[in-house]
């Protein structure tokens, strides 16, 4: 199969960058008593059990150990987005999701494909793009299908669209995208180019807030119903689920029943719950790690109480708080299922229990 290897097609051929530094952890500031042995998760509960990586975490032989026991299904955490991809003069490099793709194949994962349009993410290559050679429609669409094609017959599923509803739940957000191919018009086009490049992998309106933020969620809503009147091949819907200890309860449990009445695939695509965001509240931390794996609890619950073919997975920002992209913003956080060392937390043992273990 060829694929374009650039924004223009397939005029110049991309070859193969290094891949980026990535992003350094910080040594774990706190360290939460672990609980005694857990079975893995993927291994208690009946549907995928998600995790995101980046290449760099497979090179840590203890992490890729925890990532192939507990997990079923990777989503790369930042490198199948364009900021790694496209490269300045609009050719593509791989080097780095592939070898995602490749520890997935080894070891008998899924790969969950995040994500191919976000306001957040644009190229200088789109900005700048050279219009006497390629439209900007077919250059996005150039884009899409390289992408997928490439890990087509392999991902299950993609972030097509992401964070599409505006941060207060007022409208869409304007991007790139939307001033250049239409509010409404470049998400169903990005959702008719996915499904033309890989007709099997499954199709996601991911976002997040949706739990905290009733207007947002409603504007979700509106948004899958009109793309799905508008025909455009949505498989799913996907709610982030970043939440901070502090959330109300019930609020996520309310949050994916609501995205379950199209019928369509429900994803809790990048679970974790933050202590430190919720510290100037409730600065107790005993009493924030007991919410945090309440919060857990609730959410494998809400996912639990799915039918059973909407549960298209449930993943988390990572297995090892050491790992977590919370660590940037706060060192002493601590929002995911297992310590630095690779030990079963409280919560993760909340979210065990709910699972029905
Ligand atoms: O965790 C990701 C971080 O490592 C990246 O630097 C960042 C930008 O690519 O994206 C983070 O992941 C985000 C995800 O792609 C979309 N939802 C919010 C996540 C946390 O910011």
């Known amino acids: 199969m060829i694929l374009p290897s650039s924004l223009y097609g397939f005029s ?20 939460q008593t672990p609980v005694a ?26 992490l890729a150990r925890l990532i192939v026991a507990q997990a079923s299904q990777l989503t790369p955490e930042w490198e199948m987005k364009m900021e790694y991809i496209v490269r300045d003069d609009g050719t593509f490099r791989f080097e780095a999701p592939d070898a995602i793709a490749a520890f997935a194949r080894t070891h008998g994962l899924g790969l969950f494909g995040h994500t ?24 996005y669409r150039n884009y899409i299908h390289a992408v997928v094609g490439r890990y ?8 097509v669209v992401n964070e599409a509803v505006a941060e207060d739940g007022e409208g869409w957000r304007d991007s790139l995208w939307s001033q250049r191919l239409g509010a ?25 807030n949706l739990e905290l933020l009733p207007k947002k969620r409603s504007t979700f ?21 970043h939440v901070a200890a502090d959330q109300t309860p019930g609020e996520m449990a309310r949050t994916v029943a609501e995205l379950a009445q199209f019928g369509l695939l429900v994803h809790v695509s990048e ?18 790690e007991r919410r945090q794996a309440a919060l857990y609890g609730e959410a494998a619950e809400a996912f639990m109480a799915l039918p059973p073919q909407q549960r298209f997975a449930f993943s988390f920002w990572g297995l ?38």
């Open 116 to 139: 191919l349009v976000w306001y957040a993410q644009t190229s200088p290559a789109f900005e700048r793009l050279d219009e006497g050679r390629v439209s900007f429609a077919q250059a």
């Open 320 to 357: 090892r708080d050491s790992e977590s992209w919370l660590k940037r913003e706060d060192a002493s956080d601590t929002p995911l299922p297992f310590t630095a060392s690779g030990e079963p937390k409280v919560a993760a043992a909340a979210w065990a229990k709910q699972i029905g273990l």
């Open 152 to 159: 087509r017959g392999q991902a299950v599923g993609w972030d």
């Open 37 to 62: 042995a857990l079975p893995p998760l993927k291994s208690i509960a009946p549907f995928p059990v998600g995790t995101a990586v980046q290449a760099g975490h497979l090179n840590d032989p203890a």
């Open 271 to 288: 679970f974790d719950v933050s202590i430190s965001r919720a510290q100037g509240l409730i600065p107790n931390r005993a009493d924030l």
């Open 221 to 241: 809503l509106r948004l899958v119903e009109r793309l799905l009147a508008a025909g455009a091949p949505l498989d799913g819907v996907g709610t982030q689920t």
């Open 184 to 208: 409404f018009d470049h998400m169903v086009l990005a959702f008719q180019n996915a499904r033309e490049a890989d007709p099997n992998a499954r199709l996601f309106l991911n976002d997040y």
């Open 12 to 31: 110049r051929r991309g070859f193969l960058g290094s891949a980026l530094a990535l992003g350094a952890c910080q040594p774990a500031a706190q360290s």
